[in-house]
Nanobody, 122 residues
Framework: VRLVESGGGLVQPGGSLRLSCALS????????MAWYRQSPGKQRELVAS???????TYADAMEGRFTISRDNAKNTVYLQMTSLKVEDTAVYYC?????????????????WGQGTQVTVSS
């Protein structure tokens, strides 16, 4: 299985970006997916997660500003980010959850993408 993120870039504070995560390879079962992010010197943190059926959860700092969605037919997960802040600057990763494990733990994921850089700056 391979995960490839895209859509990152430079945006001004208050702007928006849409990230995509395309899954390829032996994707036999649809699983819960998540977006994480990591800033220099900080631990990787959960941004949002989505179940196979489309139920979403968000970190408190992103609630109301970010929207995670998925298109199972296209094996693609999205992260729509609005009202971006300087502190949202990070490398954003998508990941696939192992069955039966907690989406809150980074070691619960079996595949990760290479990440896409999001920089929020004026």
């Amino acid at each position: 299985v391979r995960l490839v993120e895209s859509g990152g870039g430079l945006v001004q504070p208050g702007g928006s970006l849409r990230l995509s995560c395309a899954l390829s390879g032996n994707v036999y079962r649809i699983r819960r997916m998540a977006w994480y992010r990591q800033s220099p010197g900080k631990q990787r943190e959960l941004v949002a997660s989505i179940t196979p059926g489309g139920s979403a959860t968000y970190a408190d700092a992103m609630e109301g500003r970010f929207t995670i969605s998925r298109d199972n037919a296209k094996n693609t997960v999205y992260l729509q980010m609005t009202s971006l802040k300087v502190e949202d600057t990070a490398v954003y990763y998508c990941a696939r959850l192992r069955p039966g494990e907690s989406y809150l733990l980074t070691n619960s994921y079996d595949f990760w993408g290479q990440g896409t850089q999001v920089t929020v700056s004026s």
